[in-house]
């Protein structure tokens, strides 16, 4: 049976929400508010751990998924992006990996529900899982003088994945999305724990994944093309395939294209609100982001368009907009009917 989320994608462009980090840094939160009650006297700063706040101010994090709906979002992300015990390791906060992610989507669905409270015709919305690549490289090696050395093993990802997994489906997610892939063989190990997940749990959840394009090489940071990415995917279920961060939508649009003209199943798209400038800041306005974004589904190659890096609700707002003018990718549209 066919899922909501692909029957939606059916008949229009499905919008994705922005940027979490952007918001949360609006917010200019203290020390203190990421420590809260309960990790007030912990052994190392927590600023900067953003996927906290939904233990310690999750307030702020589903006022953030709200503002993103408000602007037309159809998906929301939860606020896992480094949830999993790898990354939390920099805090000392490893075994809080499975509770978290729990936390998390459940801001999200609260946020769902708020939205719906507010505007009960406002349409189906989708929570996904947020899965990212980890701190750690699986196929690289962080000691240039010892190229055969890893930090990480495939197995030691899996572990982490799966536990990720099964908090963000026990907090009630409604997809997984493994996104900002820098390296392919991390990507495959939460491919790989996601299925097994379902596998145990007689479950099958959207699996969405994107990838980053990390400079004009074309490229991803493990040495992929977009093609070999693509196929380096194809083995897993997709319900879409896409690319993420790094690059402005004028700098990504040749590499979603490679995607649009080979992929099974949805494209997806939400770059950054350009290139930083010399301060680390975007400076793309809502209004050129989403004249670039509409390049994207003027030439019909992308199913699910929104924002990363530098991105906001108005950014959200305004390609949210533009897309009413426009239908999904045709071939995805084949490929539904003929299954």
């Known amino acids: 049976m066919k899922?909501?989320?692909?029957?939606?994608?059916?008949?229009?462009?499905?919008?994705?929400?922005g940027a979490m980090g952007t918001m949360i840094q609006r917010h200019h939160l203290s020390e203190e508010d990421?420590?809260?009650?309960?990790?007030?006297?912990?052994?190392?700063?927590?600023?900067?751990?953003?996927?906290?706040?939904?233990?310690?101010?999750?307030?702020?994090?589903t006022e953030i998924h709200l503002q993103y709906l408000e602007a037309g979002a159809d998906i929301i992300e939860t606020n896992t992006f480094n949830a999993q015990r790898v990354s939390l390791a920099d805090y000392h906060m490893e075994d809080l990996a499975y509770e978290l992610n729990v936390a998390a989507a459940q801001c999200a669905k609260k946020a769902v529900e708020q939205y719906k409270a507010k505007k009960p015709d406002g349409g189906q919305k989708f929570v996904a899982g947020a899965i990212g690549p980890t701190n750690r490289t699986a196929s690289l090696?962080?000691?240039?003088?010892?190229?055969?050395?890893?930090?990480?093993?495939?197995?030691?990802?899996?572990i982490a994945y799966k536990e990720q997994v099964?908090?963000?489906?026990?907090?009630?997610?409604?997809?997984?999305?493994?996104?900002?892939?820098?390296?392919?063989?991390?990507?495959?190990?939460?491919?790989?724990?996601?299925?097994?997940v379902y596998d145990e749990r007689n479950v099958q959840l959207p699996i969405m994944v994107s990838g980053t394009i990390t400079d004009a090489s074309g490229r991803t940071l493990s040495g992929q093309t977009a093609d070999a990415f693509l196929i380096s995917m194809s083995h897993a279920p997709l319900l879409s395939i896409g690319f993420n961060c790094a690059l402005g939508a004028k700098q990504l649009e040749p590499y979603v294209e490679v995607l649009s003209e080979n992929a099974n199943c949805l494209v997806s798209a939400y770059p950054n609100a350009g290139l930083p400038n010399a301060m680390g800041h975007y400076d793309q306005t809502p209004e050129e982001m989403a004249q670039l974004v509409s390049n994207y589904m003027e030439r019909g190659i992308v199913n699910i368009v929104g924002g990363c890096c530098g991105t906001t609700p108005d950014h959200i707002r305004a390609i949210a907009t533009a897309a009413k003018a426009f239908g999904p990718r045709k071939k995805s549209l084949q490929l539904s009917h003929s299954n």
């Open 3 to 17: 899922h909501a989320l692909q029957k939606l994608a059916d008949q229009r462009v499905l919008i994705l929400d």
């Open 34 to 61: 990421f420590r809260g009650d309960r990790f007030a006297s912990w052994k190392s700063d927590l600023k900067g751990n953003n996927d906290l706040l939904c233990l310690t101010r999750p307030d702020v994090i």
């Open 141 to 158: 090696s962080p000691d240039v003088n010892d190229p055969g050395f890893r930090a990480i093993t495939f197995d030691d990802l899996v």
């Open 166 to 196: 099964k908090g963000l489906m026990d907090g009630g997610v409604d997809a997984m999305l493994v996104e900002t892939i820098f390296d392919t063989l991390n990507a495959k190990a939460a491919l790989f724990a996601i299925m097994e």
